[in-house]
Nanobody, 115 residues
Framework: QVQLVESGGGLVQAGGSLRLSCAAS????????MGWHRQAPGKQRELVAV???????NYADSVKGRFTISRDNAKNTVYLQMNSLKPEDTAVYYC?????????WGQGTQVTVSS
């Protein structure tokens, strides 16, 4: 089983930046994909960005050019650098890690962008 600890959320003004981190521990052998999803009030959870073990990345259209996902395999940590934040980026952000066994989810971290 994989445990995930997220950090870095908070309140920021529109145009500002935040960096989210998610550290994995436990049965972390063969981590493949690491990614971030988000869920705004009254909306479904959506994929924000994902990075594979080969460092291929994919982003939601709404965040392309503003967000950057990266990973440090030595630390089993995935990051999400969020720049030029908009009020519509307000949501709970969840880390997800996929191994050969299953996908594990973090507890979520709140990101609030004020206008």
């Amino acid at each position: 089983q994989v445990q995930l600890v997220e950090s870095g959320g908070g309140l920021v003004q529109a145009g500002g930046s935040l960096r989210l981190s998610c550290a994995a521990s436990g049965s972390i052998f063969s981590i493949n994909r690491m990614g971030w999803h988000r869920q705004a009030p009254g909306k479904q959870r959506e994929l924000v960005a994902v990075i594979t073990s080969g460092l291929r990345t994919n982003y939601a259209d709404s965040v392309k050019g503003r967000f950057t996902i990266s990973r440090d395999n030595a630390k089993n940590t995935v990051y999400l650098q969020m720049n030029s934040l908009k009020p519509e980026d307000t949501a709970v952000y969840y880390c997800a890690v996929t191994t050969i066994a299953a996908t594990s989810w973090g507890q979520g971290t709140q990101v609030t962008v004020s206008s």
